[in-house]
Structures are given as C-alpha cells and as structure tokens.
C-alpha cells in the first residue's frame, strides 16, 4: 500500500538489539486506526515467551504490541484478545501469552477487524483532568493585574544579567534544563543560539511568565507555583 506523505507515522517502534529487524504498527493520523502492520519474527516470539511465561498485564500488553493504552483497552473490553477481567481498579486485565502472540499474529491477516469504533479514541482524549487551582486564577487575571504580575518577576529577576541562559533560567523556576531549551526550540520564549547555547534576554522571560503561554503549563514546577502563590497572596492583600 502507498503512503502519502505526511499521513502516516510509525506509532512506535521496537528495536531487535541483536538484528536490524523492526517490529512497526503504521497509523494513519486522520483517524488514528491501525492499517497495516507486521507480525513478530521467530525470534521475537521467543523473547516475548521468555519475558512472560506467565501472561501479562494491560499495560505489558500494550508495549508488547506496540499500540496504545486506548486500544488495548477496546480489544480488552471488546473481547477480540482474551482476558481475565478481576474488575478491580488496579491490575484488572491478565491476558495469557499465547493469547497476546494469536492476536498479533491475526492481526498481520486481518488488520482492519481490530479497529476501534469511531469515536472511540476522541471520547478517551476529552477525559481531562480538572483544571489547577492555580492555572484557573491566571486566566482570572486583568491587565493591571497581568502589569503587576511582571513587575514581581522584574523583582524576582532584579539581580540577574539582561541575558540570561537556559540553565539558569531551569534553576531559576525549578525546571529541568530541557524544558527551558525546549521553550526555546519552539520559539515560546525568545532567546538568542550563540555559541552552542541559548541566551534569553530577561524582559522576554518575564513576558513569557505572564503570558498565556506560561499560564497553559499544567505540569507547574515545585518552585514556580510557589512564586505564584506568593504573587496571589500578595495580589489579595492590595
């Protein structure tokens, strides 16, 4: 079957350490459903009976057949793989070995009798979890009150140079260093590339941290949520 470029990725991908061989599940993005894929070698069907003689859970389950948590789920619940359902909330699947390898094996043939139904993926990602307190008091926020929410980062910044790295700024927020490289790789914060290394003139990072950009952060550092509650105490009292 011909790809078109663009339509389709390799969900994911497991190396052989001892050969070249990929064990690969293409997905086409327009619908995220499983078109064609490849079934395991000899040798890949040894390692997965060696690493699970005893079965395998739900999540065991979806690593070894390279899909993702939603579509172990539906061939779980749909009965299509094999399973030992306890009903509890935790470790509830145990699917057998031979069970995992007969799907993987009947899926080479019959690819498309797999699929989930439509909708099943796009009602699983509209699960979100409830907004954080303090993301939800940002976007509460006015511009005067965006205004002073800079002049405590300028204050917070007072004793750094104009020019900041990457590194520093992690330190400053309590992110890991990959983060702030991150930010700047996607052009969420303005920085300069010398040298081998991102410089950050301060004014843009303190654009950045009373910006919806920064307030869209769901996963708030340790340190950063703690200056921001700072700044709220300190707003509250005004």
């Keep these: 079957m011909k790809k078109s470029r663009g339509l389709w990725k390799l969900e994911r991908t497991r190396p052989n350490k001892r050969s070249k061989s990929r064990f690969t599940v293409p997905v086409n993005l327009n619908n995220h459903k499983a078109v064609t894929v490849m079934k395991p070698s000899e040798k890949e069907v040894r390692e997965i009976r060696k690493a699970y003689p005893n079965g395998m859970s739900k999540d065991q389950f979806y690593k070894v057949a390279h899909i993702s948590k939603a579509t172990a789920l539906y061939l779980l619940q749909s009965s299509l793989v094999p399973c030992d359902d306890s009903g509890k909330q935790t470790r509830r699947y145990r699917i057998k070995t031979a069970d995992v390898l007969a799907y993987l094996n009947d899926r080479d043939a019959n690819p498309y009798k797999y699929e989930p139904p439509a909708g099943w993926y796009s009602a699983r990602s509209s699960r979100r979890k409830p907004e954080d307190p303090i993301e939800a008091e940002l976007k509460k926020l006015d511009d005067n009150q965006r205004i002073l929410l800079k002049e405590y980062f300028t204050e917070m ?71 921001l509650t700072e700044f709220f105490s300190k707003l509250n009292k005004l």
């Design 157 to 227: 910044l007072a004793e750094y140079d104009d020019l900041i790295t990457a590194e520093q700024v992690s330190v400053f927020l309590g992110y890991a260093k990959s983060t702030s490289v991150e930010w700047c790789d996607k052009r969420r914060i303005k920085s300069f590339f010398i040298s081998g290394r991102y410089l950050i003139p301060k004014l843009s990072l303190i654009v950045f941290l009373s910006s919806e950009e920064s307030f869209r952060i769901h996963r708030k550092s340790t340190v950063h949520t703690e200056m």
